[in-house]
């Protein structure tokens, strides 16, 4: 299968939305539950600028993921860590475009001097941890019920990779 990855325009809109409410409602990915609508999604474009970007995978001219760097704290000193959001359409899971979101996302973030990545997810999405876990990332610890979704407390597993090596981090 050939994969696109580029970066995200306004016209992708529809398809990151319908993805992230895919995310939403199969309950693996997020502790949202209310499905969002476009004005939402463009209000989160629109906070998706300079450092913090977004790609999509694009397969014959189908969107069928994305991946956004976020804001992680707005404190000065957590300045070059950044918050990861990975998305594939259902269809798509499993098959590789993953590994292909991550590899560009990362190379973003480092010319836009992030020295790290961090993420949760749920301790029982397998799949997503496979993928972070083979691509160099590490677990970090599970904040026990750290949420709630469908009235139930669930834990949320935090993971990270650094970008650069531990020396480069010591500006002086």
């Given at each position: 299968m050939?994969i696109?990855?580029?970066?995200?325009?306004?016209?992708?809109?529809?398809?990151?939305?319908?993805?992230?409410?895919?995310g939403?409602?199969?309950?693996?990915?997020?502790?949202?539950?209310?499905?969002?609508?476009?004005?939402?999604m463009?209000?989160?474009?629109?906070k998706?600028?300079?450092?913090?970007?977004?790609?999509?995978?694009?397969?014959?001219?189908?969107?069928?993921?994305?991946?956004?760097?976020?804001?992680?704290?707005?404190?000065?000193?957590?300045?070059?860590?950044?918050?990861?959001?990975?998305?594939?359409?259902?269809e798509?899971r499993?098959?590789?475009?993953?590994?292909?979101?991550l590899?560009?996302?990362?190379?973003?973030?480092?010319?836009?001097?992030?020295?790290?990545?961090?993420l949760?997810?749920?301790?029982?999405?397998?799949?997503?941890?496979?993928?972070?876990?083979?691509?160099?990332?590490?677990?970090?610890?599970?904040?026990?019920?750290?949420?709630i979704?469908?009235?139930?407390?669930?834990?949320?597993?935090?993971?990270?990779?650094?970008?650069?090596?531990?020396?480069?981090?010591?500006?002086?």
């Open positions: 050939d696109l990855i580029r970066t995200v325009n306004q016209g992708d809109l529809p398809s990151i939305l319908r993805i992230y409410n895919q939403i409602e199969d309950r693996i990915a997020t502790l949202e539950t209310d499905l969002k609508d476009l004005p939402f463009e209000g989160w474009f629109e998706h600028q300079e450092r913090y970007q977004v790609i999509v995978a694009e397969s014959q001219n189908q969107i069928v993921g994305w991946a956004s760097l976020n804001p992680y704290n707005l404190r000065e000193a957590y300045k070059g860590v950044a918050d990861l959001s990975l998305y594939i359409e259902r798509f499993g098959k590789g475009i993953g590994g292909k979101l590899k560009e996302i990362e190379g973003i973030a480092r010319e836009n001097r992030f020295h790290k990545i961090i949760f997810t749920f301790p029982f999405n397998q799949l997503g941890q496979g993928l972070y876990q083979n691509k160099g990332y590490r677990d970090v610890g599970v904040f026990k019920h750290q949420g979704l469908d009235n139930k407390f669930v834990d949320v597993m935090a993971m990270e990779k650094l970008l650069i090596n531990e020396e480069d981090t010591n500006e002086n």
